[in-house]
Each structure stands twice: as C-alpha cells, then as structure tokens.
C-alpha cells in the first residue's frame, strides 16, 4: 500500500523567511503533484512532477522530485501573507488497474504572519 | 477557462436520508474521479470511471454509495442511507487523457453534513 508523508505538519512562518516542506512516499512512482486548498476551498494545482530531477518554480515557490529517494521538496522563498494555506502532495500510484490513482499526503497547514 | 462543475455546494441532511452529488467535468475529458476529503485530512479516491466505465471503486462503502457516469460525460454519486460518518467535503475531478496520468483537475465541492 502507498503511504505519502508530509513534513512539518503546521508550519508558522514570519514573512521574508524561507523555509521547505517535505513529502516522502513509500513505493516506485515518477508522479507527483502539488495542491494548495484555501480553507473552505476546493484544491488548485500548483506544480506537475514528472520524472526524476525535476525541478518547477512558480513566485515564491518551487518544487523538486527526487524518485530514487522517492521525495518531494516545496521550497518558499521569503514567504508572504498570501502564501498562507495547506499544501498537500500527492503521489500518483501507476501502472496495473490503478493508473491515475492519487494517494494524498495529510497536508502541511502553513500560517504565514508579520 | 473551463472548469468542473458541482453541485450542490452546501447540503445538511438527517441521518438515514438520502443525498445525491453531481458533478460536469471539463468538456472532453474522459476520466473523472469522485473524492471524499474528511476535515483535517487529504482527500481520498472513492472512484474512477474511464468514459462511463468504473476503472476503480476499492474505496467505495457499496453497502450505501453508489456512483454512475451513464453517458461518459456527467456523473452522479449517491449515498443512502446517510451517517453521521458521511460529514466531509466531496470533490469530483477530471483529468484529459485516457491513461488517466495527466494532472486532474478539481471542482469546487460539495460539504455534507449530516445531523
């Protein structure tokens, strides 16, 4: 069974600062994704991973794959009020019956404050 | 831009009422995908249909969901009767391609609450 981890949980960053959510998975995949949810919210797609070594940036975030360690990195880069949400990645589980199954991490709810 | 389409965005039923969910995906995409989001936690797959076709409904509590896609387009999720258990948000996605490996795409949702 595929089990994704996210790592830190909560996060309360103080603007300006920079910090990195982590996001382990426990079997063989090449696809990952990152979502944020506002609360309330449904989920809007930040970041499409493909293959190993892949690296997106958008703004103040950026995401990278590693497959061989099968881990995920979302980095923020002087963080802003706005950034404030829960980020949630998610480990497309393919091949077999089940391709396009997306197994999701627990989310890491991030407060961003003055 | 288009978009998934849901509704309804709010509904508060009884315990052992019926509910129905229904959810337009974006125009053309063959996959849709029904998720079940609890408060606090990542959403979890219920099902898949391919076209109108189930792909994978491990997930499903048979025994009061049910969920159908008759034509290929739109499609309905049902659950009779309602627990208090239900309580979550709904979410229905669709992704473009076949082989269901391309991004999905989520609509707004439906938050049941059940009393």
């Known amino acids: 069974e595929l089990k994704v981890e996210q790592n830190p949980l909560f996060l309360s960053m103080q603007e300006g600062k920079n910090y990195t959510i982590y996001c382990n998975y426990s079997t063989t995949s090449d696809r990952l994704y990152w979502y944020r949810q506002d609360p309330g919210k449904s989920l809007e797609s930040l970041f499409v991973l493909l293959s190993n070594g892949a690296v997106k940036q958008e703004g103040r975030l950026m995401a990278s794959l590693d497959t061989k360690a099968r881990l995920s990195t979302l980095h923020i880069t002087a963080a802003v009020h706005d950034l404030s949400a829960t980020y949630f990645c998610a480990v497309d589980m393919t091949g077999g019956t089940s391709y396009g199954k997306l197994t999701f991490g627990q989310g890491t709810i991030l407060t961003v404050h003055p | 831009e288009a978009e998934v389409a849901q509704s309804p965005r709010y509904k508060i039923t009884e315990k052992s009422q019926a509910v129905a969910f229904w959810c337009d995906p974006i125009s053309g995409h063959a996959t849709l995908y029904w998720y079940r989001q609890i408060l606090g936690q990542g959403p979890e797959l219920l099902v898949q249909?391919?076209?109108?076709?189930?792909?994978?409904d491990s997930q499903l509590p048979k025994d009061r969901f049910s969920a159908e896609r008759l034509k290929g387009v739109d499609s309905t999720l049902k659950i009779q009767p309602a627990e208090l258990g239900d309580s979550a948000m709904y979410l229905c996605?669709?992704?473009?391609?076949?082989?269901?490996?391309?991004?999905?795409?989520f609509g707004p949702g439906t938050r049941l609450t059940v009393l």
């Open positions: 996605a669709s992704s473009p391609r076949t082989s269901g490996t391309d991004e999905q795409f």
């Open positions: 249909f391919q076209d109108e076709s189930v792909v994978d």
